[in-house]
């Protein structure tokens, strides 16, 4: 049964613990929880921090940051303007709930006022209703977008992400935010082994999202910690559960897939790469000074 809730958050920007090597300095997350509910998210992992299970319940006890607004303006007046901010790291900033809510349109509304740079990632074509905002943000090179894409098989995707748009719908989505000038990239992530490694069906998905303008394609193999393991086997196993098993087989009980098999897929990658002219990054994000945002960070 579906609850959602409200949260007062103690803070909305979370500096990100990997520093700068992840390619952003904070996080933002306007939600808990995701009713996207993919099968192989690595931030189902959360919920146990309030005491939640990482299966059903990351999917529908959902919390809405109530605060959003009031903290976040605060919040933004400290932080450095050269910060680069990730939103949508633990959660999909344009689940449904966002219909509603519109924490993430807050949010994207006070960034633009502060001035920061920052990344929107997400699956939902929900991102289309704030195309009037974000296209100025993107053509001055404040914000770049990332739709996630892991595959073109629809019937695999309705199993591994059942609360997501299928792949025709995203790659449309990708064309849309491409034409209105907003630098869009795609995470084709993560690559899970047995099916979604395969080099024909990453070959057509690489020239599906170039074809649709994606500007760069983002890969990487799927992380699975101690706490998501037993669930994401027992949900592969529900619908192929040879493929289960060699999965299991690859992980030795880590979090990170066979070295050798790492290798072999990293030489694949770099073919694809090379055959569609494809960056893996995308564009330098900078922030935008105005009078304006100078009084935002020094009244
Ligand atoms: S959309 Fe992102 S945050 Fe939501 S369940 Fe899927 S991977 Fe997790």
Redesign the pocket.
């Known amino acids: 049964m579906r609850s959602i809730k409200s949260w007062q958050a103690s803070a909305i920007l979370n500096r990100s613990p990997a520093g700068p090597t992840m390619g952003f300095h904070y996080s933002l997350n306007p939600y808990r929880g ?1 009713s ?3 099968r192989y ?1 690595y ?1 189902r992992e959360s919920h146990t921090y309030l005491d939640l299970n990482v299966a059903e319940d990351f999917e529908q006890q959902l919390f809405v940051k109530e605060n959003l607004r009031e903290r976040l303006r605060s919040e933004l007046i400290r932080v450095p303007l050269d910060a680069v901010i990730a939103v949508g790291t ?3 900033p344009y ?1 449904p709930l966002e219909g509603r809510h519109q924490l993430t349109r807050t949010a994207i509304e006070l960034l633009a006022e502060s001035g920061h740079a920052f990344t929107l990632t997400t ?1 939902s074509p929900l991102i289309e209703r704030d195309l009037d905002l974000l296209e100025p943000l993107g053509r001055r090179g404040q914000l770049g977008v990332h739709i996630s894409l892991m595959s073109l098989d629809r019937e695999l995707l309705h199993r591994l ?1 059942p609360g ?1 748009s299928p792949p025709a719908r995203r790659l449309e989505m990708i064309r849309r935010v491409h034409e209105r000038g907003i630098p869009v990239g795609t995470f084709a992530a993560p690559i899970i082994p047995v099916l979604t490694d395969g080099k024909e069906s990453l070959d057509a998905l690489f020239e599906a999202l170039k074809d649709a303008g994606s500007d760069w394609i983002m890969t990487s193999s799927t992380r699975l910690s101690a706490a998501i393991r037993p669930y994401f086997f027992d949900q592969v196993h529900a619908f192929d559960p040879a493929a289960a098993e060699t999965i299991r087989s690859l992980y030795h009980d880590t979090q990170f897939v066979d070295q050798a098999y790492r290798r072999r897929l990293e030489t694949l990658l770099r073919t694809l790469y090379q055959r569609h002219h494809m960056s893996r990054t995308g564009p330098l994000l900078r922030p935008y000074r105005t009078e304006a945002q100078m009084e935002f960070h020094f009244d």
């Open positions: 995701c996207h509910a993919c998210c931030a633990v959660t999909d689940q699956k992400e997501t």
